[in-house]
């Protein structure tokens, strides 16, 4: 069996205020995986995610990265592998020009400027954002931002990628060009984790989903077995994606046949419907 | 803002784009706070691409020179000169730059009036004017004073907008920088610009969302809705800096803020240029003086 890229055992985290926020997460996240990670309000998804970059530091548990447990000297280790896209782009935008914004974390590697520079242009370029280059953040629209704080990440060129409730601020529009950014990081080998509410959302695009409910993971599957799972749904209060019942209602009325094939989007159903 | 969709889908070309935002810009910068549209203002400019270094030295130069001189003509060859730049080569509507001087000249009016009239018991002066009292009296020597005194403020005052009206926050932080200010004089001012923002839209936010609910209807409520959107604001700004050091952290902050800055290139052409006009003003102090 593959060795995993980022293992976590049995993480602990509390805030100051006291109440446990994390009780005990363990998961094993592999290379290339696309992993949904969904849970009401208030879970421990942000937590998390935070606790997964070395930013807040556990108070029980062990995190490693491609096998070498993280301690204080490797953090830095871990912050340049592991980019977190976060929920709030206002909490993550700290330059005033987007162009020394999206540098910033390429600058904190210590790369030479020529390659700083470069990173910054490639990385625009694949938000489709390097107009704004000169711009303060501060005249963006929020989706705008949200593409500039993901341009901020694909500059460090980190290997697992974070994207903490990116659909959020986004229009349609924006949100599916959000999907084929990440089809696009997918197809380039990254391991990706996308917190989400939009249970349609991880139907379609993940490979794998992690439920967690009140600090802990209640469930770890494919996004299928964990949508057919009432208990599961029922505990985190999660709705079923819309295409999952309307294709087991169209076998239920003998309009498909049942062959397992299960659709994620309008378009899978068609040619279903078609065949 | 402006409308995302469409320039994520396609790139509108430049030139355009620019005539677009200085028009836009216009029309929002009044809105805002004055501070905010001389932001606006500077990013606009067609002349942001100059070395910022350049600027600031060059707008130094000039207000030293303005105020060291001391001569009405050099005063006028300033503002002239000034508004030249930041009208003509910066594409700054005229009625815009007149409306972001006109604060600097109301105070120089109301400084230099003081200057230029007195108050006495008896009828003094070349002019004066019983008010009851007194007398307000005053002199053509003294309403020349007046007037020197006045261009001079305002040629120093314009060699500075014309700074700050083309060149970017960042940018002028940069030129401190590269000057060799010290390293957390120059963290904090790029960190305090990107918050100033921040805390704006915060209030902003507050402000709206107490206003539709009845919170500014009567005196009383309007004091008690800005203490509370006041305290607000603190607990928020302290939870947003928490927030932002996190942020900072993930991205591989360890205790050295670097930015990366554009390099734009120095023009020798300017240099002659800013040398001549120099040049031409202690010409012009040396035949008027
Ligand atoms: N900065 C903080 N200080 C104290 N408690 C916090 C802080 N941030 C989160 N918590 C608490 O930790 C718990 C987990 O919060 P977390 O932000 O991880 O949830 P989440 O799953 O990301 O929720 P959401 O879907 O709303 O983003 C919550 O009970 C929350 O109240
Ligand atoms: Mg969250």
Redesign the interface.
């Given at each position: 069996m593959k060795e995993p890229i980022l293992k976590v055992n049995n993480l602990h985290y509390s805030y100051g205020t006291g109440n446990p926020a994390l009780k005990g997460v363990s998961i094993n996240i592999y290379q290339g995986e696309k992993i949904a990670v969904i849970g009401s309000n208030g879970s421990g998804k942000s937590t998390f995610f935070?606790n997964a970059?070395g930013?807040?530091t556990a108070d029980h548990g062990e995190i490693s990265y491609q096998g070498t447990v993280i301690n204080k000297k490797n953090l830095?280790e871990l912050?340049?592998n592991i980019?977190?896209v976060?929920q709030?782009a206002?909490?993550?935008?700290?330059?005033?020009?987007v162009?020394?914004e999206?540098?910033?974390?390429?600058?904190?590697?210590k790369l030479p400027?020529e390659e700083?520079?470069r990173r910054?242009d490639e990385a625009l370029t694949y938000m489709?954002?390097?107009?704004f280059k000169?711009?303060?953040?501060?005249?963006?629209?929020g989706?705008?931002k949200k593409r500039v704080t993901i341009a901020?990440?694909i500059a460090?060129k980190s290997e697992v990628i974070i994207f903490d409730e990116p659909t959020a601020a986004l229009?349609p529009?924006?949100a599916q060009?959000l999907e084929e950014v990440l089809v696009k990081l997918g197809a380039e080998g990254k391991t990706m984790l996308i917190s989400t509410h939009d249970v349609d959302f991880a139907y379609r695009w993940a490979e794998r989903a992690i439920v967690f409910n009140q600090g802990k993971i209640i469930a770890d599957g494919t996004p299928l077995e964990i949508f057919q799972n009432r208990e599961v749904l029922k505990q985190a209060n999660l709705k079923r994606p819309a295409m999952l019942d309307v294709y087991e209602m169209l076998v239920e009325k003998k309009m498909v046949k049942n062959t397992n094939d299960y659709p994620t989007s309008p378009a899978e159903l068609k040619i279903l419907l078609e065949k | 803002?402006?409308n995302?969709?469409g320039?994520?889908i396609n790139?509108?070309k430049?030139s355009e784009?620019a005539q677009h935002q200085a028009t836009y810009h216009h029309k929002i910068g009044h809105k805002h706070g004055e501070g905010s549209a001389i932001?606006?203002y500077a990013?606009a400019s067609k002349i942001?691409h100059w070395n910022p270094g350049f600027k600031v030295a060059f707008s130094f130069t000039t207000l030293l020179l303005c105020i060291g001189l001391n001569n009405p003509f050099v005063s006028i060859a300033v503002i002239l000169g000034m508004a030249f730049l930041t009208v003509v080569k910066g594409g700054l509507p005229l009625s815009a730059y007149l409306s972001v001087l006109l604060i600097p000249l109301t105070f120089i009016l109301l400084g230099t009036i003081a200057i230029g009239v007195d108050f006495s018991r008896q009828p003094l002066g070349q002019f004066n004017l019983y008010l009851g009292l007194g007398y307000i009296f005053t002199s053509v020597d003294k309403l020349q004073e007046m007037a020197v005194l006045m261009l001079k403020v305002f040629g120093a005052i314009s060699a500075m907008i014309m700074m700050t009206l083309s060149t970017?926050?960042?940018e002028i932080i940069g030129v401190l920088r590269k000057a060799h200010v010290p390293k957390l004089v120059i963290e904090l001012m790029?960190?305090i610009?990107?918050y100033i923002?921040?805390l704006l839209?915060v209030f902003n936010n507050m402000r709206n969302s107490a206003d539709s609910r009845q919170g500014y209807c009567d005196f009383k409520t309007s004091c008690t809705t800005f203490g509370s959107v006041a305290s607000n604001l603190l607990v928020v700004s302290l939870k947003?800096s928490n927030?932002?050091y996190?942020?900072?952290?993930?991205?591989?902050?360890?205790g050295?803020l670097?930015?990366?800055?554009?390099e734009k290139p120095f023009q020798i052409s300017h240099l002659f240029i800013a040398a001549g006009f120099l040049f031409f003003l202690l010409l012009l102090w040396y035949v008027t003086k």
């Open positions: 935070l970059n930013v807040l830095k912050r340049k980019g977190i976060f709030d206002d909490n993550q935008i700290i330059a005033s020009t162009m020394a999206v540098g910033f974390g390429p600058m904190n590697l400027r700083v520079i910054v489709n954002i390097l107009d000169d711009r303060p953040p501060h005249y963006l629209s989706g705008e901020d990440i460090m229009d529009l924006n060009m | 803002m402006e995302s969709v320039k994520s790139f509108i430049t784009k932001d606006y990013y942001r970017p926050s960042a790029n960190l610009y990107r923002f921040i839209d947003k927030a932002y996190t942020a900072m952290e993930a991205r591989g902050y360890d050295d670097v930015f990366l800055e554009e």
